[in-house]
């Protein structure tokens, strides 16, 4: 059939994606999918530290009206430590929360440098943080740390792009900060409070104890 005016009737040409950013695309993928299963991880630790939490604080209050007072102070320290460590497993959880949530908004190149810089710091401060509490998620984030700093470099020679250190600093000090007071917020409400008679002592004995391995 022909065309006027030498018309032809031709399908757009759509533009193949370039190798290097399916390769980029696709190590993107591969974070998400750590960061996500590690999330997951931190959350049903945090799960078992609150039902443990509940358990204990049944068992303290139980002592104080059984007026067992060195008993409930035993309970109310042990309630102590675990929350100091649910704290932190829940500030890492958001933590991570904020990070997948910035990288799946990820779409070019510049972006990948603005997003994952701060990224990579406040994983590297998660996985510092749970070194000793959660020591199999901690392996996993210096794994998650170092395939963010391939990329980091691979769209760094690509744009040619770089990201100030004090900005991603400031960016990654300000979503931890952010992480911290949710997880207080949320701690505030899911774990119930104790005695002002119980924190006292609590407190106090935590402070001897803390003065002897340190004098």
């Keep these: 059939m022909k065309f006027p005016f030498g018309v032809r009737n031709e399908k757009p040409v759509q533009s193949q994606p370039k190798p290097l950013a399916i390769l980029m695309n696709n190590r993107l993928m591969d974070i998400l ?10 959350k049903r630790t945090y799960q078992r530290l609150l039902a443990r939490d509940r358990t204990l604080f049944e068992a303290c ?11 409930a102070v035993i309970y109310a320290n042990e309630i102590a430590q675990l929350r100091k460590m649910s704290r932190t497993v829940l500030r890492s959880q958001i933590s991570l929360e904020k990070v997948i949530l910035r990288l799946e908004t990820v779409q070019e190149f510049g972006d990948v440098m603005r997003a994952l810089a701060p990224a990579t710091k406040i994983i590297k401060q998660v996985q510092s943080e749970l070194s000793g509490l959660v020591p199999e998620v901690s392996a996993a984030l210096r794994t998650v ?10 769209a760094g020679n690509v744009t040619g792009a770089q990201v100030s250190v004090m900005v ?21 409400s899911q774990f119930p409070q104790l005695p002002e008679t119980l924190k006292d002592l609590s407190s106090e004995q935590s402070s001897s104890n803390s003065k002897l391995r340190n004098p």
């Design 33 to 42: 999918t750590q960061l996500k299963i590690q999330s997951e991880k931190l």
């Design 61 to 71: 209050i139980r002592a104080e009206q059984e007026l067992d007072r060195d008993r």
């Design 145 to 154: 740390d170092e395939m963010l700093e391939t990329v980091i470099i691979e």
């Design 168 to 188: 991603s600093d400031s960016e990654a000090q300000k979503i931890l900060e952010e992480a911290a007071e949710i997880a207080a917020q949320r701690m505030n």
